[in-house]
């Protein structure tokens, strides 16, 4: 079965410390893997995904396939980066239309 | 550029009721995706739709059923509501049906069933 888990509801840093958001999948084919997040008071909008291997915000994002994981890191975490974050999983390479979502981790960036 | 919206912002509804939800995809887009959001958990898929046609369905019932029109906006229809059916609901609109066309969500329906 398709899956996400993301182990952690809550992650509180200081500001300057570094980040990484845990994200493990279950998908037995060739996945595709995405970041959401949702800022608050605002929608729930796209990060980055694995394809692109971009990094956006100072986060960046390492699909390992062995673990099958995707956790988000960032070096040094600001303020503004508070927000909900949502690891999303794509059957067949993305190709599939629909997104498994985790449960979400709420980070907290205390100044 | 307008971004997705959706009506109602909010509502209530009794058990056994129908609703109906409403999506405006953003301008130049041909699919839209449905998703339940229960307090606490990710987005769940409902189902989506591209160019008007049923593009996948995810875990849900019959009773759970969607609409495409002409101009891409969409309904998502819920009969008999159970008190489980109480989330929020999000759209996403995308050009293209696949998962890596970058899906712009709404900014949700919250639906509580009393």
């Known amino acids: 079965a398709q899956r996400v888990t993301q182990p952690e509801k809550l992650l509180s840093v200081f500001k300057g410390a570094p980040v990484e958001l845990k994200c493990n999948y279950s998908?037995?084919?060739?996945?595709?893997l995405f970041w959401y997040v949702q800022y608050s008071r605002q929608r729930l909008q796209l990060l980055l995904r694995h394809i692109s291997r971009e990094s956006i915000k100072g986060f960046t994002a390492d699909l390992n396939k062995g673990e099958t994981s995707f956790h988000l890191k960032k070096p040094f975490a600001q303020e503004e980066d508070s927000a909900m974050y949502y690891c999303?999983?794509?059957?067949?390479?993305?190709?599939?239309?629909?997104?498994?979502f985790g449960k979400g981790t709420k980070l907290s960036v205390k100044p | 550029e307008t971004g997705v919206t959706q009506s109602p912002t909010h509502l209530i509804k009794t058990r056994g009721q129908q609703v109906t939800l409403r999506c405006s995809s953003q301008?130049?887009?041909?699919?839209v995706s449905w998703y339940q959001q229960a307090l606490g958990q990710g987005p769940q898929f409902i189902f989506q739709?591209?160019?008007?046609?049923?593009?996948g369905r995810g875990n849900f019932p019959p009773r759970f059923s969607g609409l495409q029109f002409p101009n891409y906006s969409s309904e998502l229809n819920v009969n008999a509501l159970e008190l489980d059916d109480s989330a929020l609901y999000l759209c996403?609109?995308?050009?293209?049906?696949?998962?890596?066309?970058?899906?712009?969500f709404g900014p949700g329906t919250r639906l509580t069933v009393l």
């Open positions: 301008s130049g887009h041909n699919t």
């Open positions: 999303a999983l794509s059957g067949m390479g993305g190709s599939q239309g629909n997104l498994i």
């Open positions: 739709y591209y160019r008007e046609e049923e593009n």
């Open positions: 998908y037995s084919g060739s996945p595709e």
């Open positions: 996403a609109s995308s050009l293209g049906g696949r998962a890596y066309n970058e899906q712009f």
